[in-house]
T-cell receptor, first 114, second 111 residues
Framework: EAQVTQNPRYLITVTGKKLTVTCSQN?????MSWYRQDPGLGLRQIYY???????DKGDVPEGYKVSRKEKRNFPLILESPSPNQTSLYFC?????????????FGDGTRLSIL | DQQVKQNSPSLSVQEGRISILNCDYT??????FLWYKKYPAEGPTFLIS?????DKNEDGRFTVFLNKSAKHLSLHIVPSQPGDSAVYFC??????????FGTGTRLKVLA
């Protein structure tokens, strides 16, 4: 089954404790992206990657890091999480790099930073 | 500055009637627009899209209209069904790989 898998689905942690949210897709997609969803703000793009070793900033990259060492994986790293990073996070992927390719989303990771 | 706006946070429609969801944008460089549907506890799923070279795209009960001069697009669902109750996001992109999403409209279809 074609899917984007995020782990963990839920996490409660404390300020400053480094964490990584993993994202894996089994569709051999070139494009992957991370979003956060906040009430009243919709979905905002954090980082995206056009292929292995190629990443770029979205609209809200501050406080986040990403890496793309393999095509299927695109982890999101919070080196020193803060309460304003409490949010619902989505990973997405799409085939090719054309802007007209619809993205497939994972089911989300709810992070709470205390 | 919100480049993509969905000014109606919520909308209620009777089953069988038309649902119209609206989206406005400010960046004239956007050349592709997409609609996603999101159920609770799930990720968004792609619904329909439209290129800026078109003014209408249809897929079954779903039609998207684009008015470039007004920088406005709308999603029409006819007939609306209770299973259409969800949050709908419009998104735009413009030749880069960045996507800008609206804030979403919660549609409730009443049986």
């Amino acid at each position: 089954e074609a899917q984007v898998t995020q782990n963990p689905r839920y996490l409660i942690t404390v300020t400053g404790k480094k964490l990584t949210v993993t994202c894996s897709q089994n569709m051999n997609h070139e494009y992957m992206s991370w979003y956060r969803q906040d009430p009243g703000l919709g979905l905002r793009q954090i980082y995206y990657s056009m292929n292995v070793e190629v990443t770029d900033k979205g609209d809200v990259p501050e406080g986040y890091k990403v890496s793309r060492k393999e095509k299927r994986n695109f982890p999101l790293i919070l080196e020193s999480p803060s309460p304003n990073q409490t949010s619902l996070y989505f990973c997405a992927s799409s085939t090719g790099t054309g802007s007209f390719q619809p993205q497939h989303f994972g089911d989300g990771t709810r992070l709470s930073i205390l | 500055d919100q480049q993509v706006k969905q000014n109606s946070p919520s909308l209620s429609v009777q089953e069988g009637r038309i649902s119209i969801l609206n989206c406005d944008y400010t960046n004239s460089m956007f050349d592709y627009f997409l609609w996603y549907k999101k159920y609770p506890a799930e990720g968004p799923t792609f619904l329909i899209s439209i290129s800026s070279i078109k003014d209408k795209n249809e897929d079954g009960r779903f039609t998207v209209f684009l008015n470039k001069s007004a920088k406005h697009l709308s999603l029409h669902i006819v007939p609306s069904q209770p299973g259409d109750s969800a949050v709908y996001f419009c998104a735009a992109t413009g030749g880069t790989y960045k996507y800008i999403f609206g804030t979403g409209t919660r549609l409730k279809v009443l049986a």
